[in-house]
Structures are given as C-alpha cells and as structure tokens.
C-alpha cells in the first residue's frame, strides 16, 4: 500500500509539472502579442498618469546629473511579472520605444506572494529608487551592467551587487496571467531584450538613469 500511494504521489507530482509546462507553452507561444499590440501598449503606458507624474521629473534630473539626455528606463512593479513593466523612453521623441519583461526579488523566499523591497545587504529584494547604469562587465550571467543606488532606498545596490542582467528564466514575451521566475534583488530580463538594452546603453555617451518604482 506505501509503494502504491508513493506512485500516486509521483504521478501526481509528475502531472502537475507537464500541466504548468503546457500552460507555460500556451500564453508563451500560442498568445504572443503582435508588434501592434506591443505599440499599442507602449504608447497607453506612456499617456498614463503615472508615467506623466514621474516622468518629468526624472527627465530634469538626468540633465542635471550629467545622465543621457536621450534615454530613461522605467521599472514599473506596479503592473504584473507576467506582463512587459520595463520600458525604454526616448526622451527626444517623447516616446516608449521597447518594452520588456523584468523579474523582481524574491526576498530570500522560496516565492514572494506580492511584493516586498528592502535595501539591506542580504535582503534579497527589489530595492525602489534612481540608479545610475555603470560599466559593463563578464559575469555568472554572463553580459551584466553594475548598478549604482542615487536614494537613501538603494544606497546599497552596488555593496548587494545588484545589477542588471540576463537570465533564461525570463521569456520574451509576455505570459500574463502567469507570473515569471523572481531574483535575489536584481532586475532580471531576457538575453534577447538585454541585447535591445545594450544597444541603447553602449550607445550612450552618458550614463543611463533607470527608475525603478511601485505606484502603490
């Protein structure tokens, strides 16, 4: 009777994991959204009231910090994991011109319900808060970019060697409403949309300022 109730336990187990991979499939594949509905949610995240009160904001202090006066990345863990939150703005063009999916920390749990931030060494959470996106380098992940923390909320980003980087677990597209793979506090997104970043980073000849920030 143990023998039979473990493989029932097995079995079940194994079930499990093929349904959540089938799932995963579904929204990954089967529900990819096309490159107009991508524009077409670029442009509402950009005319939403949050993105206009932090925004100009934001814009003014990269000019005054001596930041790229072309670019601002925004990290908006208001809206779901499952959905694009990283957005690229091209301040010339007042515009978003790339969106992507971004992971947030789980704080040292085994799956964070919700979200918690903290800026203490060891915490393993999202901190809030302007970074400044310094140098490239090679790393466990490999392609990263250091982060240094410019608020009292992420003043130990660089000692917590919070950076951005590139992981697997992230999709390309959007998976809502499943959520994707959480961090140690980093902010994780696709080796594919991390070459988009790259591009806009490597071409600036000024440090890039990222704004990560929860409306709530």
């Given at each position: 009777?143990k023998?039979?109730?473990r493989?029932?336990?097995?079995?079940?187990?194994l079930l499990?994991?093929?349904?959540?991979a089938a799932?995963?499939?579904?929204?990954?594949?089967?529900?990819?959204?096309?490159?107009?509905?991508?524009l077409?949610?670029?442009i509402s995240?950009?005319?939403?009231?949050a993105?206009k009160?932090?925004?100009?904001?934001?814009?003014?202090?990269?000019?005054?910090?001596?930041?790229?006066?072309r670019y601002i990345?925004?990290?908006?863990?208001?809206?779901?994991?499952?959905?694009?939150?990283?957005?690229?703005y091209?301040?010339?063009?007042?515009?978003?011109?790339n969106?992507?999916?971004?992971?947030?920390?789980?704080?040292n749990?085994?799956?964070?319900?919700?979200r918690?931030?903290?800026?203490?060494?060891?915490?393993?959470?999202?901190?809030?808060?302007?970074?400044?996106?310094?140098?490239?380098y090679?790393?466990?992940?490999?392609?990263?970019?250091?982060?240094?923390?410019?608020d009292?909320?992420?003043?130990?980003?660089?000692?917590?060697?919070?950076?951005?980087?590139?992981h697997q677990?992230?999709?390309?597209k959007?998976?809502?409403?499943l959520g994707?793979?959480?961090s140690?506090?980093?902010?994780t997104?696709?080796?594919?949309?991390l070459e988009h970043?790259?591009?806009?980073?490597?071409s600036?000849?000024?440090?890039i300022?990222?704004?990560?920030?929860?409306?709530?």
């Amino acid at each position: 009777m143990k023998l039979l109730k473990r493989l029932f336990i097995l079995f079940g187990l194994l079930l499990t994991v093929m349904l959540s991979a089938a799932a995963f499939y579904y929204y990954s594949l089967k529900k990819m959204p096309s490159a107009n509905e991508i524009l077409k949610a670029n442009i509402s995240y950009k005319n939403s009231t949050a993105f206009k009160i932090v925004a100009p904001s934001l814009v003014k202090y990269s000019s005054q910090h001596k930041m790229s006066n072309r670019y601002i990345f925004f990290v908006d863990m208001h809206i779901a994991s499952g959905k694009n939150r990283f957005f690229v703005y091209d301040i010339q063009k007042d515009s978003i011109v790339n969106s992507g999916l971004v992971a947030h920390g789980r704080c040292n749990q085994e799956w964070l319900e919700g979200r918690r931030y903290g800026n203490e060494v060891g915490c393993g959470c999202t901190s809030l808060g302007k970074y400044k996106v310094g140098n490239p380098y090679s790393g466990r992940f490999g392609r990263a970019y250091k982060l240094v923390g410019l608020d009292s909320t992420n003043s130990n980003a660089f000692k917590r060697f919070v950076v951005l980087h590139a992981h697997q677990c992230v999709p390309r597209k959007e998976v809502d409403p499943l959520g994707i793979c959480q961090s140690d506090g980093c902010p994780t997104v696709s080796p594919l949309f991390l070459e988009h970043l790259t591009k806009y980073i490597d071409s600036s000849t000024d440090p890039i300022l990222l704004y990560i920030y929860d409306r709530t």
